[in-house]
């Protein structure tokens, strides 16, 4: 009997180093994980800029869900920011932040980039470093639909117009190109500056063409005007790049997933981020 209790407790004892040194194993670390959870990559938008990036309140047609937040964005930014989270094999988590608090967020670290149809200017290269495009649009002028302007085709069309623009955007920079025009001051937000021309306060603001885009989809009494004459502005100023820290380590991989978007790609993502609103 105490040799058969001895056979049975070295037996216990093989199996119990063995399942230790299996729990050993599964905890290695390999690539991006830790501890077996995967590194996140804290992403941050505006969520306020439909249809580069907006809020919804469920996770429908890809959404991904905003870090302290019930609810969910989704837009072109976000589906871009998915796939250069994919190709850095990281868990993406997005961050809702006001626009003029993006780069103050990237430059202390409490974001790793920014995907929120921010252009690439040399005023903002001073501060932070960019990716290559991942989008180039024209500028438009968004006006009430049955309101004075409605009929507008060029810039001439705008003379003693109140005409607004996003805060911190070159979109404000541009309103002077228009001949005798009533400059208003920016606004902080998307949102609030549709509510200022549907109330007149406001005759038209300027905007990339899928912003216009994204107002007549929404049939929310607003026009987009495609001018004849357009606006003078630098490439820079059209294309929308990821925003990252200056020497970012993510930069050459970032600028590899983009550059693996092909324009065919990018257009049909466009298209079917506008489908969802």
């Known amino acids: 009997m105490k040799k058969l209790m001895m056979v049975l407790l070295s037996v216990m004892m093989i199996l119990t180093l063995a399942a230790c040194g299996g729990s050993n194993t599964d905890t290695n670390t390999t690539g991006n994980e830790t501890n077996g959870e995967q590194e996140v990559l804290k992403v941050g938008t505006e969520a306020n800029y439909a249809p580069f990036n907006w809020t919804q309140s469920d996770d429908l047609n890809g959404a991904v869900a905003i870090e302290g937040s019930s609810d969910f964005a989704n837009g072109y930014d976000i589906q871009i920011a998915k796939r250069v989270a994919e190709g850095l094999n990281k868990k993406l988590v997005v961050v809702k932040v006001d626009w003029d608090g993006l780069i103050p967020a990237l430059t202390s670290g409490k974001i790793d980039m920014i995907l929120a149809g921010m252009s690439p200017t040399a005023k903002r290269a001073e501060t932070i470093d960019f990716s290559s495009p991942y989008y180039e649009s024209d500028l438009v002028m968004v006006v009430k639909a049955d309101g004075p302007y409605a009929n507008a085709t060029s810039k001439a069309d705008f003379n003693g117009a109140k005409v607004v623009a996003q805060l911190g955007t070159f979109h404000d920079t541009v309103i002077d190109q228009i001949e005798g025009v009533d400059h208003l001051a920016p606004m902080e937000s998307f949102p609030v500056i549709r509510v200022a021309v549907q109330s007149g306060k406001a005759d038209a603001y300027i905007a990339e063409k899928p912003e216009g885009e994204a107002v007549k989809a929404a049939n929310i009494g607003l026009k987009m005007i ?41 257009i049909q993502i466009m298209t079917e981020v506008q489908s969802y609103q």
Not at 226 to 243: C, H, I, K, M, Y
Not at 251 to 256: A, I, L, P, Q, S
């Open 226 to 266: 495609e001018l004849t004459d357009g606006f003078e502005a630098s490439v820079e100023d059209t294309q929308v790049s990821v925003g990252l820290r200056k020497d970012s380590e993510y930069k050459e991989e970032v600028n590899k997933v983009i550059e693996g978007i092909t324009e065919e790609q990018r």
